[in-house]
């Protein structure tokens, strides 16, 4: 009781999530969600719709649904769910981009592989969603670091985005 670990006597797994595992990509962009979500919430306060939203994430990524797509899907959606996400219309987002997002808030997370964006949308949402991160974290994450240095992101010199 005195320690700040937690004794854990029992546990069965559920989803070994085996097709994240086996794929290094799928595995570097679940790390970041997770990064993103212990980061983003304080130890110890249980915020069941983070939770639901991470696991979301993994069973998406574990589906097959792209990497990028379920990252920048978790990335609005936690954003939103902490009640930082600035208004829409004070970012600055192309029209296509502003509505994509849109769409992405509206979305269910079973329904996020219906979601599709050309490239050049779907890397303004990211470095957008990746300026703000930055702005609220004021640090870079391990992960998302590692995503650039093995070529799977390349928004480095991202501003950061104040929040509301």
């Known amino acids: ?3 700040s670990l937690s ?4 546990c069965d797994l559920l989803d070994p999530f085996d097709a994240i595992r086996r794929d290094l990509t799928r ?3 679940a790390c970041l969600a997770l990064d993103l979500g212990e980061a983003m919430t304080e130890r110890w306060d249980p915020h069941p719709e983070i939770f639901k939203l991470l696991l979301d994430t993994l069973r ?3 589906a097959g ?3 990028r797509l379920s ?5 609005a ?3 939103r769910l902490s ?3 600035p208004p829409l219309d004070s970012l600055p987002l192309s029209a296509g981009a502003r509505l994509s997002l849109q769409q992405i808030l509206k979305t269910p997370p079973d329904r996020m592989e219906r979601l599709g964006f050309n490239r050049s949308v779907e890397e303004e949402l990211r470095r957008t969603l990746q300026g703000i991160y930055r702005g609220v974290l004021d640090r870079e994450l391990r992960s998302r670091n590692f995503l650039n240095a093995i070529g799977l992101e390349n928004l480095n010199g991202v501003p950061a985005i104040e929040a509301a």
């Open 1 to 3: 009781r005195r320690s």
């Open 60 to 62: 998406a990524l574990g």
């Open 83 to 85: 009640g930082i996400f």
């Open 71 to 75: 990252l920048t899907f978790m990335e």
């Open 65 to 67: 649904v792209d990497p």
């Open 7 to 10: 004794l854990v006597s029992q």
């Open 27 to 29: 595995t570097a962009y």
């Open 77 to 79: 959606h936690l954003l």
